[in-house]
Structure formats: C-alpha cells, structure tokens
C-alpha cells in the first residue's frame, strides 16, 4: 500500500465522520426546534401597549327595574311569615290604620321585623402589618340572611383570553400609615373551563408579608363566568370555601350554615373583574345601564351594582391606559366600601387597576405593572 493511497483511504474516513456528525447536527436541532415548539404555550412573553382602544363611551339608559327576589323556602309554621322590614317601602305620610272589630278569643301577639344594622367594626390598627379587607371587595355586608338575591340579568359576554397580570399595591390606612407591596393575578382559560388566582402581599423592612390568596375555578357558559368553588385565605385566618350549586341554585359557604338563593349570572370576588371584561368585550353599550352582579363571598352573597363613571387614562408602569372607569357605590344595607375597577379597552378589556376605598377611610389599590400573555 502506497502512501498516497493511505492518505486518501484517510481523507474519505475523516469526510464520511464530518459528515455523520454533521447530520447529527442537523437531526438535534430540528429535534430540538420541533420540541421547543410543543412547549412554546408555556411561556409567557410581555404585552405591548402600542394604537390602544378608545371606543365611544354608551348613552346612558334606565336600568331595568329590580324584580323581586326569589325567596327561600319557609318552613312550615301554624303562624303567617312576618314580612321583613327591608322590604316594606315606608310611605310619604302615616297612614292611620283601622281600628279592627274585636273578635272572641286570643289575639297574636305583634312581632317587629328586625332592621338591618351595620355590625362591621372598622379595621383594627397596629402590629407588624395591617389586615387590610380584601383589595376586591367591600369588607363590609350585611349578614348572608339579610342578602336579598335578585333574578340575574343575562349579558352578551366574551371572556378575554389568559393573562398573568403583576400589580403593584399602595395602600393608606385611616390614620395615614401607608403601605407598599405587590400582587399576582392569573387568569387561565380553554373557552370553556377557568381557573383565577390572586396573591397579594406587602413589604414589611425586607420581608415581603402575605396578606391574601384568592383562588376560583368553575366553567364558561352563554351567561360568561360560571364559578364552582372559591377558596380564600387571609394571613392568621382559617382558609374559607364558597361552593356555587348550579343544578341546585344555591351557594353555600364553609364559614357559615348559610344556603343563599343563587341568580343568574352569580360570580365570586376573584372572577368580578374578569365578568366585567367579559361583559365589554361583548357589548360595550351594556355599561350604559347599571350592571348588577351577585358576588358570593367568606359567608354572604350580595348584589353589586356598578356604574360606568367614564373614560380615565391611568399612568401606569406599562405607560398611559386608557381605560374604563366602573364603580360600585357604598349601598346602605348591603355594602358600606367602596370598589372601582378600571377596564382597558385596548388589552381586551383586562382590569388594570382595582381600587378598595373601606368605610374606614382605608384605601388600597393595586396597578398593573406587567400582563403576559402566552406566547403563541
């Protein structure tokens, strides 16, 4: 064997190994890129807020009248049911009532109705960290028996697709003591299943303290959001259980015996947020009238009514929103807080910025820092 035969037998080694290793090459990366495609869902990238939205704000309308609450069943009794005080219209002027024909036999004694009052004490001061009420909600009600359900009215809806949404969290106490902290809200969706949570804490020297947890999950229907359970976790609290009954029409609550009547289009207070964006991305003229929701709670249930105050831009770490201002007014006898919730129009309708103003004088709010969304 010559030299030069040698050397060529070699360099045809040495290609056909270049060449293996090359293919190898190749198949990995595509392997790899075919891989990384399938688990592309996952991740999440940021959203960028480029032309936004500014849709023309709706004529306002008169609400549809309230109808009258389906009432739970009594049980049986030889004496009439008493009719509750909340829901007997005092007239302009006493009336004198007859003076009725004395009859033979016992007369039944007269018993008074019992009056809502506002058992909800203002929240306690001090310690290494405030109990703020939920950033979400009014902290205070009136008890699950006095809440009054009301036939729901039925929305055209579309739910906005999943987001995770980081917040920043400001809060000022009655007495002036502010606060600062951070929150991290999570809305999952496949169009006909939910899940939503919330986490919101504080920052205490340099520890970050918990202060709530928020979970929901339930199903999408014609109707928008339809929960099935809500957990709910305070800091030095027992974790709480709301369960919403569908086929039974009732919700019930683990904190309390309490079976309250369930109407149409009932949410809980993770998923409120969420149903109003639902609701502007169905039909944005429905904010012309008032929107009634009843929200489930620890252990009541109770009917917000909100009202579309107008157009806002926010500034807001993700730059200037422009958004749609929804407020729910403190309602004698059902609600003493204050909960306003901006909607933006442009990032399909997500909540950007909710605001919890207690009877106290509290106030929370929490702003949006970051939406990501899942990458397509």
């Given at each position: ?48 807020v ?38 007997i ?7 004198p ?6 009859v ?16 909800v ?37 579309n ?12 809060r ?16 999952q ?13 504080i ?23 339809a ?6 976790k ?48 169905g ?33 807001t770490?993700?730059?200037?929103l ?7 007014p ?17 990032l ?5 910025q ?8 509290a106030?929370?709010?929490q ?10």
């Amino acid at each position: 064997m010559t030299i030069v035969s040698f050397l060529s037998r070699r360099r045809r080694a040495l290609v056909l190994c270049a060449a293996t290793v090359a293919l190898h090459y190749v198949t990995i990366g595509w392997l790899a890129a075919r891989i990384g495609t399938a688990d592309t869902p996952r991740e999440q990238v940021p959203m960028k807020v480029s032309a936004q939205l500014r849709p023309a704000l709706p004529a306002r309308v008169a609400s549809p009248p309230r109808q009258a609450p389906v009432p739970a069943p009594a049980p049986a009794s030889p004496r009439p049911p008493v009719p509750s005080a909340s829901r007997i219209a005092a007239p302009a002027d006493p009336v004198p009532e007859p003076v009725p024909e004395p009859v033979a036999g016992p007369v039944p004694a007269v018993v008074a109705a019992p009056v809502p009052v506002d058992l909800v004490a203002p929240p306690v001061q001090g310690g290494a960290a405030p109990r703020p009420a939920d950033v979400q909600s009014a902290a205070d009600s009136t008890p699950a028996a006095a809440a009054e359900p009301m036939p729901g009215r039925r929305f055209r809806v579309n739910p906005p697709p999943s987001a995770t949404f980081e917040l920043e969290v400001n809060r000022t106490d009655a007495d002036g003591t502010k606060w600062s902290g951070s929150a991290d809200m999570r809305w999952q969706t496949d169009g006909s299943t939910y899940k939503v949570g919330l986490d919101v804490g504080i920052s205490v020297l340099v520890a970050r303290v918990g202060l709530l947890e928020l979970a929901s999950e339930g199903t999408i229907d014609d109707g928008g959001i339809a929960p099935v359970k809500m957990t709910e976790k305070r800091r030095s609290r027992a974790m709480t259980a709301t369960h919403f009954d569908h086929e039974g029409k009732r919700i019930t609550f683990s904190a309390s015996t309490a079976a309250v009547p369930m109407a149409a289009g009932a949410q809980d207070k993770a998923t409120v947020p969420f149903q109003l964006a639902a609701i502007g991305r169905g039909d944005v003229n429905q904010f012309g009238s008032d929107i009634d929701i009843q929200v489930g709670e620890d252990r009541e249930a109770t009917v917000y009514r909100f009202v579309l105050v107008g157009e806002e831009e926010l500034e807001t770490k993700m730059g200037r929103l422009v958004t749609w201002r929804l407020a729910r007014p403190p309602r004698p006898g059902s609600y003493n807080a204050r909960l306003d919730i901006w909607l933006a129009p442009g990032l399909d309708w997500y909540p950007v910025q909710i605001r919890n103003t207690e009877r106290s004088g509290a106030v929370t709010t929490q702003t949006v820092t970051k939406i990501l969304r899942p990458a397509s």
